[in-house]
């Protein structure tokens, strides 16, 4: 009973690397969402999908990509990373009346 | 801009009180929802509450929501140390086709046993 599972758990990127986070759910929703979260910020919403093949920008985007090409599967880039982007992400999928979230990927930038 | 904040900011209490966290939002809203956070996890979901209801108990758990004045309200009564954690309002907007479910900056909550 996985739920909603996000890879990696923790990574270090060096400022202008590029990375893709990976996040798999089993529960068969149509929606599915990125967040980051800073400290005192709560959280953001970058990008989110409506279904298989869907992706629509948040209120952050800038400096993120996002693909769903499976409806298990949704998939965040950072084709540049950049110090800004240092935060904790996470990945939810569910419906209008409930969202499950994954348990966050860690990313620093240096 | 974040759709919800909430309020107060940090909130410190005694096992057994009862601890009141308040959202407020800007936008016509679908529905409105509470979420935990434990630190370093995930959220966790609540508690739902609709646009055309006011008020909704689960458990300890009582919520309101007042859409005149944009604004919702978390009661968790008799407060226990396994209820330390940050509380998030979100909600979903009204518009036609929004799905996008937003959150506010949260309430850190404490309970000292």
């Known amino acids: 009973n996985a739920g909603v599972t996000q890879t990696p758990k923790f990574r270090v990127l060096k400022t202008g690397q590029s990375m893709t986070l990976l996040c798999a759910q089993d529960?068969?929703?149509?929606?599915m969402y990125w967040y980051r979260q800073d400290p005192g910020m709560g959280l953001r919403l970058i990008h989110y999908?409506?279904?298989?093949?869907?992706?629509a920008k948040g209120e952050v985007p800038d400096g993120y990509n996002v693909s769903r090409l499976k409806k298990q599967n949704f998939l965040l880039g950072l084709e540049s990373a950049a110090p800004s982007q240092t935060s904790v992400y996470f990945c939810?999928?569910?419906?209008?009346?409930?969202?499950?979230f994954g348990q966050g990927t860690r990313l620093t930038v240096v | 801009s974040q759709q919800g904040e909430e309020d107060p900011q940090a909130l410190s209490i005694q096992e057994g009180e009862n601890a009141t966290m308040n959202c407020s939002y800007k936008t016509s809203i679908n529905n409105l929802q509470w979420y935990r956070q434990n630190s370093g996890r995930g959220l966790v979901h609540l508690i739902l509450i609709r646009s055309n209801e006011r008020e909704k108990h689960s458990g300890r758990l009582r919520v309101t929501l007042d859409t005149s004045k944009k604004s919702s309200s978390l009661l968790i009564t008799a407060s226990r140390a396994a209820d330390t954690a940050s509380y998030f309002c979100?909600?979903?907007?009204?518009?036609?086709?929004?799905?996008?479910?937003?959150f506010g900056k949260g309430t850190k909550l404490s309970v000292i046993p």
């Open positions: 979100a909600t979903v907007d009204s518009g036609a086709g929004s799905y996008q479910l937003t």
């Open positions: 939810a999928s569910g419906r209008q009346a409930e969202a499950f």
């Open positions: 529960m068969n929703h149509e929606y």
């Open positions: 999908s409506v279904g298989e093949g869907t992706t």
